[in-house]
Structures are given as C-alpha cells and as structure tokens.
C-alpha cells in the first residue's frame, strides 16, 4: 500500500512572501501526481542559506520564521503553490530501469522563475519500495554540497535549507528524518524524456520538449546551427552545458558517485548529492561509491559517462529529431566542448590566462598531463596541491609544493619546466587568477562527517560554520586553517553509499 498524501483544496493555507506561478503544473496529469508533502513532526531548522533565499526573493527575516519551517516541514500548505511529484524513468548503472520519479521529492511550485522542491517530503506514487524520507546525514551532505558547488563557480541546484526532526527512519541503522528544500530553474532530468520516449507518447514528449525550449532554451526556436530544427539544437545545446559541467568536475575534483540519466539535469546543472565526493589525493580511477562495485562512476569516466548519457537522452528526441544524422552531430560536440573547457580551466588552474604566451596550446596540455600523472603516481592531496602551488607562484618559494611529492627529482623536473613556461607572464596576474581558480576549502567527507556527528546530536554550528566558508572558498579564513589541511587518516576509511 503507498499512501500518499492527497491535496487537500479546504485545508487552511499559509502565505509566505512569494508569488507562485507554478508552469510545471500547467503540462498536465500526465507528467505528475498532484499531492501534498507528508507531515513531519516537530521540526527544526538544520542550517539554512541566506543566498539561496536571496536568490529565491524570500522577504528579510521569513527564513527566521516558524510559519516556513513548517510549511519546509510540509506540516503547511503554502498559499499559491500546487505540489506535485513528477514522474520520470532512466538509465542505472547502464541499464534501463524503467519508470522512477519523485520517490521523495515534491515539487511546491515556482517563484522568481525557480522551483521549489523539498526532498525526503514522504511517500508519493513513485516511492516504489522506498519510506519517502531522506536521513539527517545525507540531507546535509546535500545542503552543504550544493552551495559549495555553487561558491566554487560550478553550475548546480541550490538549496535554501534543512529542516530536521526525531522522526526514525530505517535504513542500515535507524537514523532520523530530514527534508532538503532545494531551488533551481528547473528539476527536468533526461529521464523525463526517456520516460515518455520509451512508452512512445510522442505527444507528451513533444509537449515536454515544446515546454524545455519555450522556457529554458529559447533561441533553440530560431536556431541555426542545426538547421531549422528546434529538438536538434536543444540536444545540442545540452550537450554543450553538461560538457562544460563534467569539465568544472573533473577540474575540481569533484565525483558524483550515481551519474544515472535520472540524475542528468536538463539543464546541465549538478543534481541529486549522494554518495558524491571531492578527491583527497589525486586517483584518476578513483570510486566514490560504495555500491559502484565495477566503478562504472570513476573519477575518471565521468567525461564518458555523461557522453553516454546524452546518447540516451538522444535516442529518446529522435522520433522528434527525426535526422539521425543531426543528432549524431549535436552529440559529436562533447568531446570538443570538454576538451576546451577543461584546458582553459586547467591552464587557470596554473595561472596561464588566455593568450598568456605559447600559442601552441599542446605546450600547455603536455605540461598538465605530465602534472597530472606526477600528482596520481604520488598520491598526491589535489585541492592542497593547487593551494599550494599558487602560492608558491605568488612567493617564488616552492618547497611546501615539493614537500607534497615523494618523487622529488620528477617533481624537479616538472617545476623546471613550470618556471620556464611563466616566464614573460605576469606574476601578479597569474598569482590572482590561481587564487580565485583554485579553492582553499572544499567539502571534504570528513569535513562533512565532523558537522553530521555534531548535527546528530543536535549541535548545528558545524553546518553553520562549514556553509560560511565554503560560500567563499577562494578566501583565506585563516581561522578555519586546520580544514585546509591534509585529512586525518580516518578519512580514507569513509564509506558513502547510495543509501540515503
Ligand atoms: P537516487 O539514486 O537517490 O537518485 O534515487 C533513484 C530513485 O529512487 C528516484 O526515483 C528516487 O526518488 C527513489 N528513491 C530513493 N530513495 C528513496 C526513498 N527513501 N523513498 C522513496 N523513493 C526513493
Ligand atoms: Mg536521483
């Protein structure tokens, strides 16, 4: 039995300052289940992100208020908004899964042109064999991440805050209930096409894609690149932005454990924080998964993965595409849009801006691959690596760099060639750009670890004070010093599942 929780139209509902103009809710019942969140009781505020309610356009001071917790809660319909949970299907591990959806996740409504989801809001159609919740751990995992994300510049949904409760749920222990609300322009997953592809439902799949282009990719109407045809160019255009994502990834180190095309935003934004890690040291076949036995996700399949996935995303506009030939060119982008986007990230990474010398950008990419291959074979700390280098840019004084390798002569030889390569460059200017390339913080699981530990017992100043510094992490915070330092060695001993 799923029992869900039906809208209730004579319920009283709650204003909150925000005007509601709900256009998900306009395509019909054939892309949703209208229904209400599940009452959670008692709750309280876990942390919470005064950018994400700026962004939002939610007045001063209503994120203080009981009357939000407990609408966030879902105890309170909010006037103007029509909850629903969507129904999508997809791609797991490679294989088709079939019809999924909004196990836990309700769409409130829009406002300012953002939806509003709360996730771990209870039981919907598509819970399958799920409770609906989400637990405390990865709800902060989620919230924590999200805004990281977006302070290190890396397109993503947001999150304005979690509400936690003593509610219990089951899973390998019994932990307690959480609900994330998260913000984005649009929570459309490939899968949403897939689902009404594979059940050929060409004019629901038609009607989705009309909607996309309409809303979020506008210029796909006038398009030319791909000739006059509107469904090409929006694939093409989708490649374009989830290529420029998985290059910000793998730039920064970041590995998203489940890259399903249920969890492949149509709008090439980062989605659904779970197992997810930012590397500590430096292995391209890293897997940060535990489920992910065959490392399908590996740090260094992301790129192809995603390419992958927009083979699937593909195969399910082309009763819309109609010209195979089309598709196949929209999708033959990727590799070039990665490619570029990852050097000029790495070339930042290095304090090379364009058009800093060497013409010949091969220089370049030898340099990194070689640097690369030094940092995998040593084991080395990435994000401490890149700190440290644009550092010693900005010092001349590398030895805290060298002192990161247990290879000294190779790393010798690879600084040889760095130095020669900077000279005639500006050191000012590319000390500035390394700086505000290369993060001091990032989330780091044990860094997560330490504020989930407090946060289970009710203390959430570590949630408070680890969202403050990783809003800002190109900035010193010399008073967080120790959490850019080396993990303690218990970290390697974390494992993130997918169970959440
Ligand atoms: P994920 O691996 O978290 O992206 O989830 C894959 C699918 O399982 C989605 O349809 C989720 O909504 C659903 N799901 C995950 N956890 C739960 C849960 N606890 N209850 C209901 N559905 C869930
Ligand atoms: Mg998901």
Redesign the pocket.
């Known amino acids: 039995m799923n029992a869900f929780t039906p809208v209730n139209p004579s319920f009283q509902t709650k204003y909150i300052g925000l005007a509601w103009n709900n256009h998900f809710h306009r395509l019909g019942p054939d892309f949703y289940t209208a229904l209400a969140p599940q009452a959670l009781p008692d709750p309280y505020w876990v942390g919470r992100s005064r950018a994400a309610a700026k962004i939002l356009g939610l007045p001063a001071g209503e994120l203080e208020t009981d009357a939000l917790l407990q609408a966030l809660a879902g105890n309170q319909p909010i006037s103007g908004t029509q909850p629903l949970a969507s129904v999508?299907s997809?791609h797991?591990f490679g294989q088709w899964a079939g019809q999924?959806?909004?196990?836990?996740?309700c769409l409130l409504g829009e406002a300012n042109g953002l939806e509003v989801q709360l996730k771990?809001s209870g039981?919907?159609p598509?819970?399958?064999?799920?409770?609906?919740?989400?637990v405390l751990r990865s709800s902060i995992r989620e919230f924590l991440c999200s805004e990281a994300m977006h302070g290190l510049g890396i397109p993503t949904t947001r999150a304005l805050c979690v509400v936690g409760s003593d509610e219990e749920?089951a899973r390998e222990s019994l932990e307690t209930a959480a609900v994330v609300t998260r913000v984005a322009p649009s929570f459309i997953r490939f899968g949403h096409f897939e689902h009404f592809a594979a059940r050929h439902q060409l004019t629901q799949l038609t009607t989705l894609a009309d909607y996309v282009i309409s809303r979020y990719y506008p210029d796909c109407q006038t398009a030319s690149t791909l000739g006059a045809n509107p469904y090409a160019n929006l694939l093409l255009q989708v490649t374009e932005r989830t290529a420029m994502m998985v290059a910000h990834w793998q730039a920064v180190g970041f590995c998203h454990g489940?890259m399903?095309t249920?969890?492949m935003s149509i709008l090439g934004l980062t989605i659904?924080y779970?197992p997810f890690q930012f590397l500590d040291a430096f292995d391209p076949g890293h897997i940060c998964n535990h489920t992910d036995r065959g490392g399908r996700y590996a740090f260094a399949r992301q790129p192809d993965i995603a390419h992958w996935n927009l083979y699937a995303l593909a195969q399910a506009l082309l009763p819309l595409i109609k010209d195979q030939a089309l598709a196949v060119q929209a999708l033959d982008t990727f590799k070039p849009v990665f490619a570029r986007t990852w050097q000029q990230l790495m070339r930042a990474k290095l304090g090379l801006a364009e058009g800093t010398g060497a013409t010949d950008t091969t220089v370049d990419q030898v340099l990194t691959d070689d640097l690369l291959a030094l940092l995998a074979q040593g084991q080395v700390d990435y994000t401490l690596f890149w700190r440290r280098l644009s550092q010693g840019v900005a010092s001349g004084q590398f030895a805290p760099v060298r002192d990161l390798f247990p290879d000294r002569p190779s790393w010798d030889a690879w600084q040889l060639r760095y130095t020669e390569r900077l000279t005639g460059v500006d050191q000012n200017q590319a000390t500035g750009l390394m700086l505000k390339t290369n993060p001091k913080y990032v989330l780091r699981n044990y860094l997560g670890e330490l504020a989930i530990e407090a946060a289970k017992g009710k203390d959430f100043s570590k949630v408070v004070q680890l969202l403050a510094l990783l809003e800002r992490p190109f900035d010193e915070h010399p008073e967080y010093e120790s959490y850019a330092d080396l993990p303690p060695d218990w970290a390697s001993r974390i494992e993130i599942s997918?169970s959440?």
């Open positions: 999508y997809g797991q999924l959806g909004d196990g836990r996740a771990g039981l919907t598509y819970s399958r064999m799920g409770d609906g919740r989400a749920v489940v399903n249920d969890n659904d779970g997918c959440s």
